[in-house]
């Protein structure tokens, strides 16, 4: 059972190996840097390194920023990279490794409200001890949070539990874990066992030669059952449905705790945690009456082994850098003439960037019906990034005319689905065909979807596709293509022949006249295997 989070806050012991680097004279002034550890609230050693700006003193104390690390990975200890950047802005830092990585000790346990979260509440404490850090009230430090993906889940994780954090800018993280990896009860099988190896591989043993002594932990045994269950079922047991679904910010964001303004970071072509959840984040804490900015980029968990449909282009990295300072100075600095930008601020796929005060509320509808019968064996996928299908269905959504069409946001299709066998996957991607018939699925992305119970009465399926960022220029046409396979997801083990009939929504703008247009049906939620409204996909987002 979750306790209440001022229980959680353990106090700070155990400081060793303090290591600190000094200025060698006032005219080159070097941030001071120290490591250490803190205990967790179970005895579990956190490694950390802490970064002082020159400038800052008890008398002139400065805001800290946490920043820590990817799945895998380990603490920067450096003032390069963001922490360095972060300092020459006039910022304290403190990195960690998270527990079960790096030199840190314990088991991994995917940014656990259990665990993770409570490591980084004894690593608040620790900076609320420092007197060059600023501080809102007794161990209260004026703080944000930054970084990606694993560094993105526990931020929002912990905001939710921790109403000390005043800001946090998460790139590239999720909202509803389930969907991520086990969208309408598909294992994506390829980044499944991307990161299982990856997890695997740099957990054990790393720290056994820790400076502060050995640490030994790995991943959490309910991750390698979760692994064997999908090579050997295809699917999870319901105790390790439950256990990865607990890791999902969306049971905890609404909770009341949160008070950290959101500046959320999403790439359009990640393929493991894709847009909906930046979208799903964006909306969730806007709706709670806290400011949050949406920044899609071209980009995210990308491993397309022919190339990603989209180009980052020059400069992205110093744009989404300049929207996390700005939005540091705001809200940690006070700086009230610091610019928070646009509402929403995307990439297309060529690496231009636009701006909008909304997503979308325009869709176009079409519609696509056939038999798919299943190949078993996949044709079409990279492992980890979709590829067009040279089978199954295919329809035509819309032609662009003279002026090109953005689509922004997340379509949805409702599917009547009947056959025959015990059940049926679905895959639906939506593609780019220029005039010299080239085909890009959109943002590399596919939604799976498993129908059970095959009969000759059909099934209503409604399912949220992949949120993409695209524009389908003068005479390019967008296709819906739905087929049985696909390589980065699992496939049905099973025969069956499946007669699908499928209404497409999509959310566009620039649409030509003439083009049918409607609102959007409900969506079929991923992890619950309900259906609910899709508005919020397509309305212009509530403002707190």
């Known amino acids: 059972m979750l306790e209440c989070p001022q229980r959680w806050r353990s106090a700070v012991a155990a400081m060793t190996l303090s290591v600190t680097v000094l200025a060698v004279s006032p005219a080159h002034a070097a941030p001071a840097i120290t490591n250490g550890y803190v205990t967790s609230f179970d005895g579990t050693k956190i490694a950390y390194t802490y970064f002082l700006p020159d400038a800052a003193t008890a008398g002139a104390p400065v805001p800290v920023v946490f920043d820590t690390h990817g799945w895998g990975g380990n603490r920067t200890t450096t003032a390069t990279g963001m922490p360095g950047k972060l300092l020459s802005n006039g910022y304290a830092v403190l990195t960690w490794d998270a527990r079960g990585f790096g030199d840190s000790g314990g088991e991994a346990n995917v940014d656990s409200a259990d665990y993770e979260v409570r490591d980084v509440q004894a690593l608040i404490d620790f900076a609320a001890s420092k007197p060059e850090v600023l501080k809102d009230g007794p161990g209260d430090p004026r703080m944000g949070m930054t970084g990606g993906s694993y560094a993105g889940g526990i931020q929002l994780m912990t905001a939710s539990f921790d109403s000390r954090i005043d800001a946090i800018a998460p790139e590239i993280a999720w909202n509803d874990l389930i969907r991520s990896l086990k969208p309408n009860g598909v294992l994506k099988l390829g980044w499944g066992s991307v990161l299982y190896a990856s997890g695997t591989a740099s957990s054990a043993g790393y720290g056994l030669d820790a400076p502060g002594g050995p640490q030994t932990g790995g991943l959490s045994p309910m991750i390698h059952r979760g692994y064997a269950e999908g090579l050997a079922l295809n699917d999870w ?129 079409a519609k696509a019906e056939g038999v798919l019968v299943n190949q078993i064996a996949p044709t079409s996928g990279t492992g980890t990034a979709a590829t067009p299908s040279p089978d199954g269905i295919k329809s035509t959504v819309l032609t662009a005319g003279a002026d090109p069409v953005t689509i922004l946001g997340v379509p949805t299709v409702r599917a009547e689905v009947s056959g025959a066998g015990a059940e049926s996957y679905l895959f639906f991607k939506l593609v780019d065909v220029a005039p010299d018939g080239t085909q890009k699925v959109l943002d590399d992305q596919v939604t799976p979807v498993k129908v059970t119970g095959l009969s000759l009465d059909a099934q209503t399926v409604d399912v949220e596709l992949a949120g993409v960022s695209w524009r389908l220029d003068p005479g390019h046409t967008l296709q819906l293509q739905i087929a049985s396979t696909s390589s980065d997801y699992a496939s049905s083990r099973l025969p069956s022949v499946t007669n699908v009939e499928a209404a497409l929504n999509v959310p566009a703008s620039g649409v030509a006249t003439g083009t049918k247009s409607g609102s959007s049906g409900p969506c079929r939620d991923g992890r619950r295997g309900v259906t609910r409204g899709c508005e919020r996909a397509t309305r212009p987002a509530a403002r707190g």
Request: hydrophobic letters at 35%; one cysteine or more; charged letters at 20%.
């Open 237 to 365: 047991s319901p105790e390790t449905h439950a256990w990865f679904d607990a890791r999902g910010p969306e049971h905890y964001l609404g909770l009341g705790t949160l008070r950290a303004p959101a500046l959320i970071i999403q790439g359009a072509s990640d393929t493991l945690f894709n847009l909906n959840e930046g979208i799903d984040n964006y909306n969730t804490i806007r709706s709670l009456g806290l400011e949050s900015r949406l920044v899609v980029f071209c980009g995210g968990h990308t491993l397309a082994v022919a190339g990603s449909t989209c180009t980052p282009g020059a400069g992205q990295r110093s744009r989404i850098d300049g929207r996390i300072f700005s939005w540091f100075d705001r809200y940690l600095k006070d700086n009230l003439e610091a610019d928070l930008g646009p509402d929403v601020e995307y990439q297309l796929q060529d690496g231009t960037w636009a701006t909008s005060s909304s997503l979308p509320g325009i869709t176009v509808t």
